[in-house]
T-cell receptor, first 112, second 112 residues
Framework: GENVEQHPSTLSVQEGDSAVIKCTYS??????FPWYKQELGKGPQLIID?????GEKKDQRIAVTLNKTAKHFSLHITETQPEDSAVYFC???????????FGKGTKLSVKP | DTAVSQTPKYLVTQMGNDKSIKCEQN?????MYWYKQDSKKFLKIMFS???????INETVPNRFSPKSPDKAHLNLHINSLELGDSAVYFC???????????FGQGTRLTVV
């Protein structure tokens, strides 16, 4: 089955700096890679995703890159703001129940 | 307007009790899930329900049982609650298996 590893587990940046979170996956057949943001007391919210037929996707300050050969994908946040502070999860399909497999999360803190 | 809604948001109960958490989605999705998030924020799949077929995670105790009266609802029943059941439980839905998941706000269950 699929296995998703996520690094780092915590990340602290100054407001305005960039943040990068990386994930690796094990199943070369996986073709869909979403990223979720979870704020305190709320459910995970889908913020961006990428499919295996593209290498990069951008949405304003957020971008995701995918390297299928190396089986890793990354989330890039530019010009970080305090409201970007949250726990971020990467995921990939392939769970035995037709579910997404989630990484263990990265707690991002943006200091003003 | 809420896409995936679950109730209650908080649930405090004594050991040995039986409780239920309700979930409804208005997205017209075929698939619904229950996830458990522990104190370390790890998201673990419990159940998937796709087109009237239940897919169970074998590691989930049989004290937990999902019930789906129709495609838009997947409720979670828990019998004989134990201290270790304390966690945040998330309902989610997807258009199909192995696609993007949309999460509810979560139910924080505390067993005392």
């Amino acid at each position: 089955g699929e296995n998703v590893e996520q690094h780092p587990s915590t990340l602290s940046v100054q407001e305005g700096d960039s943040a990068v979170i990386k994930c690796t996956y094990s199943d070369s057949a996986s073709n869909y890679f979403p990223w979720y943001k979870q704020e305190l007391g709320k459910g995970p919210q889908l913020i961006i995703d990428i499919r295996s037929n593209v290498g990069e996707k951008k949405d304003q300050r957020i971008a995701v890159t995918l390297n299928k050969t190396a089986k890793h994908f990354s989330l890039h946040i530019t010009e970080t703001q305090p409201e970007d502070s949250a726990v971020y999860f990467c995921a990939a399909p392939g769970g035995s129940q037709g579910n997404l497999i989630f990484g263990k999360g990265t707690k991002l803190s943006v200091k003003p | 307007d809420t896409a995936v809604s679950q109730t209650p948001k908080y649930l405090v109960t004594q050991m040995g009790n039986d409780k239920s958490i309700k979930c409804e989605q208005n997205l017209g999705h075929d698939t619904m899930y229950w996830y458990k998030q522990d104190s370390k924020k790890f998201l673990k799949i419990m159940f998937s329900y796709n087109n009237k077929e239940l897919i169970i995670n074998e590691t989930v105790p049989n004290r937990f049982s999902p019930k789906s009266p129709d495609k838009a609802h997947l409720n979670l029943h828990i019998n004989s609650l134990e201290l270790g059941d304390s966690a945040v439980y998330f309902c989610a839905s997807s258009p199909h298996l192995n696609t993007e998941a949309f999460f509810g706000q979560g139910t924080r269950l505390t067993v005392v």
